[in-house]
C-alpha cells in the first residue's frame, strides 16, 4: 500500500511561482514511477509531469519549461515547481504512484495510487 498526500497548493498571481510537495507512506516508494495530474472543473483529469525510477522526467507539452518534476528518495517525497503560471494552469493537481507497468504514464489510469488533491488558483 502507498499513500500521497499533497501540499503547498494556494492562490497565486500570473506569473507567480507554487512549488507542490507529495508525501508518500510505504516502502516502495524508490520503486514507483511517480506522476502529477491535474483537472479542472468541468474537465478530466490531464498529465501533467511524471519521474521515473532510473531519473527520467517527461511532461506536458502546456508546461514544459516552465514545471520542474522531482523526487527525494530518501524523504519518501515528490515535488512539482511550477514557474511563470498562468490562469489556464488552475486545477485541482492530483499526485500519483504506479507500483508496476500498466501502460502509458500519461494516463491516469495506469497509476494505483492518488492522493488527495491540492487546489492551484492562478488569478490573472
Known amino acids: 500500500q502507498v499513500q500521497l498526500v499533497e501540499s503547498g497548493g494556494g492562490l497565486v498571481q500570473a506569473g507567480g511561482s507554487l512549488r507542490l510537495s507529495c508525501a508518500a507512506s510505504?516502502?516502495?516508494?524508490?520503486?514507483?514511477?511517480m506522476g502529477w495530474f491535474r483537472q479542472a472543473p468541468g474537465k478530466e483529469r490531464m498529465f501533467v509531469a511524471t519521474?521515473?525510477?532510473?531519473?527520467?522526467?517527461y511532461y506536458a507539452d502546456s508546461v514544459k519549461g516552465r514545471f520542474t518534476i522531482s523526487r527525494d528518495n530518501a524523504k519518501n517525497t515528490v515535488y512539482l515547481q511550477m514557474n511563470m503560471l498562468k490562469p489556464e494552469d488552475t486545477a485541482v493537481y492530483y499526485c500519483?504512484?504506479?507500483?508496476?507497468?500498466?501502460?502509458?504514464?500519461?494516463?491516469?489510469?495506469?497509476?494505483?495510487?492518488w492522493g488527495q488533491g491540492t487546489q492551484v488558483s492562478v488569478s490573472s
Open positions: 500519483a504512484a504506479r507500483t508496476y507497468f500498466s501502460g502509458s504514464y500519461t494516463v491516469a489510469s495506469s497509476y494505483n495510487y
Open positions: 519521474s521515473w525510477t532510473g531519473g527520467n522526467t
Open positions: 510505504g516502502r516502495t516508494f524508490s520503486m514507483s514511477t
